[in-house]
């Protein structure tokens, strides 16, 4: 997944944990709880170029 993808995959997710979590009361699931673990776990396990390939954003 290159930066873009990333940045409106995160960009979304926290959206939907807006609309779901705002209104609720509790504790609810987080969809950017659970992506961020993920992005992080695949980001520790990759090598130094694919953590370029993973943060720098292409220009369109």
């Given at each position: 997944?290159?930066?873009?993808a990333l940045?409106?995959?995160v960009s979304n997710a926290g959206r939907v944990d807006w609309n779901i979590r705002h209104p609720a009361r509790g504790v609810q699931p987080s969809l950017?709880?659970?992506l961020w673990a993920t992005l992080v776990e695949r980001f520790e396990a990759?090598?130094?170029q694919e953590h370029l390939k993973q943060l720098i954003r292409k220009s369109s």
């Open positions: 997944m290159d930066g873009d940045l409106h995959l950017v709880d659970s990759a090598d130094p």
